[in-house]
């Protein structure tokens, strides 16, 4: 890989992980798929959320780990996930919830000089 991660975090997105971690302790990301909480990156505790083989590992923003359902990378594998901070509610499973910020993913398609 030519230095281009699969899911990256903005400065905005790395404070709120800090802050998030202060609280809760070592955390995981979970980009959802859809149903209830739309296609959102989740926060949870890590090892709340069970992973299964069906889920890729992408990398990690903020030192903690990202993951995605296999079908859902399918979609995505042409594109560099960027994680973002909003104001707003997110998903009601995801930790940042009660402060009235939500993750949001933004995405770039890989260039023809990006190695994926």
């Known amino acids: 890989m030519n230095g281009q991660p699969k899911v990256i975090a903005t ?3 790395l404070q709120l992980i ?3 971690k202060a609280k809760y302790g070592p955390l995981m990301f979970h980009q959802s798929g859809g ?5 959102s990156p989740m926060c949870y505790p890590q090892g709340e959320l069970i992973i299964s083989d069906s889920d890729v590992l992408l990398g990690e923003i903020g030192g903690c780990p990202f993951y995605i359902a296999a079908a859902q990378y399918e979609y995505w594998k042409h594109t560099q996930l960027i994680i973002d901070v ?3 509610r997110g998903g009601m499973f995801s930790l940042e919830g ?3 910020v939500r993750f949001l993913t933004r995405s770039r398609v890989f260039g023809s000089n990006d190695e994926q």
Not at 35 to 39: A, T, V
């Open 98 to 100: 009660p402060e009235g």
């Open 18 to 20: 800090e802050k998030l």
């Open 11 to 13: 400065e905005a997105a």
């Open 86 to 88: 909003v104001p707003g």
């Open 35 to 39: 149903c209830c909480d739309g296609s």
